[in-house]
């Protein structure tokens, strides 16, 4: 039940519940039908699950105990591991957002976020994101991250419900991606509904 969603800072006991959710929705997992409801790009192992936790960069929603959703929010130190990211800092010398210089000093990498299917169009993304947003805003101004073209589900999620814009794009691997940016010091607008979470 939605009732029973509790937002929380992910620990070290949640990896389990973490690591199972991500292999769900993982796009090297699905076939093309699946992946036209939305996908996570990124596996992230248990011990670079550990070390984002360490942070304090790892969100999560629970209901009854069971991890439904997760958000990542790691600086580009952290990210830099995964080649996918250096075509996306290397364009930060020309990048402006708002009267923001985009760096990696003010920004962090928001995402991936993955929502088990039932529990999308629900409105949990908005609370979600705002739960993590009020954590990490007193880190960083912006917030950057990045959708491949063809995640349609995610794009409009973002753009549409969450106010992210989109500032430049890029490829790698044969993909295409948009890079967006959203201003931290903004909340997310509630507009609640049955369930009593924003949509």
């Not at 984002?52 to 209901?63: M, R, S, V, W, Y």
């Amino acid at each position: 039940m939605i009732k029973n969603i509790k937002l929380e800072v992910a620990l070290l006991s949640d990896i389990n519940g973490i690591v199972a959710l991500q292999e769900l929705y993982l796009v090297s997992n699905l076939c093309d039908k699946e992946k036209e409801a939305g996908f996570v790009t990124t596996p992230f192992t248990i011990p670079q699950l550990a070390k984002i936790i360490a942070q304090e960069g790892l969100f999560i929603a629970k209901d009854n105990g069971r991890v439904l959703a997760y958000i990542f929010a790691g600086s580009w130190d952290f990210f830099s591991q995964w080649p996918i990211f250096n075509p996306i800092t290397a364009q930060f010398p020309k990048l402006k957002f708002l009267n923001f210089d985009v760096t990696t000093a003010h920004t962090f990498q928001y995402g991936p976020i993955c929502i088990a299917e039932e529990y999308r169009g629900k409105g949990l993304i908005n609370s979600f994101f705002d739960f993590m947003r009020i954590h990490i805003v007193k880190k960083y101004p912006l917030s950057l991250t990045f959708i491949n073209k063809i995640n349609i589900p995610s794009i409009k999620a973002h753009t549409k419900k969450l106010n992210w814009s989109i500032i430049a794009d890029f490829q790698f691997n044969n993909n295409n991606y948009y890079v967006l940016a959203y201003y931290m010091s903004q909340s997310v607008p509630p507009a609640i509904n049955s369930y009593g979470f924003p949509e």
